[in-house]
């Protein structure tokens, strides 16, 4: 007997066929120990999202078609675990910049709300359900240089990853990209300038 049923079709319809794919220059991270409440939709949504008192999201504004977010499955006796991966391509200047960066490296239980070409946000590294604080991600690979001559890549590689019950989770999906960017700009603890 089958522990789990199948109950709903997928009937994709014009929009999720040409939907455009990659990610914007836009990541929102967080850890899931600073949410305070969060709440989730009847599918693959998060509908709330608060923060402790000083807590909230910092924001990585990157290169235009240079980050991505894959998902791969994780085949095992007791369950299957979906892999969720953001990758980001981290251009910096100045020694803040890398402290910053050392920040994202060193730290667990991050969580990612990545823009998507497609006019959506996605939420990788927080498990559906009451639970959603016990996974996360962490920081899986570093990839970076000086390069050899004037026009090599300068940029770090960077990948934070981990396993989840669950595919992604769209941000509000009921809502516009304008009006949930907002919102979540609204979250950032460290606003980035210009």
Known sequence: MSCVSLARSVRPGCNAKKKPGGADKRVF????????????????????????????????????DKNSATMALEVGENANLRNHVVNVVVNWDTAEELAALEDL??????????????GNLEAYGVNKGANYNNFGLKASSLDGSTGVVLNDPTAFNVAVSGQHTNLQLLYKPSQTLTANLAELEALVVDPVSS
């Open 29 to 64: 991270f967080g850890l899931l120990e600073d949410i305070a409440s969060i709440s989730f939709g009847t599918y693959n949504s998060i509908e709330t999202l608060t923060f402790n008192d000083g807590a909230g999201l910092i924001e990585y504004d990157l290169k235009k």
């Open 105 to 118: 490296l060193d730290a667990e239980g991050i969580f990612a709300i990545v823009e998507q070409n497609g």
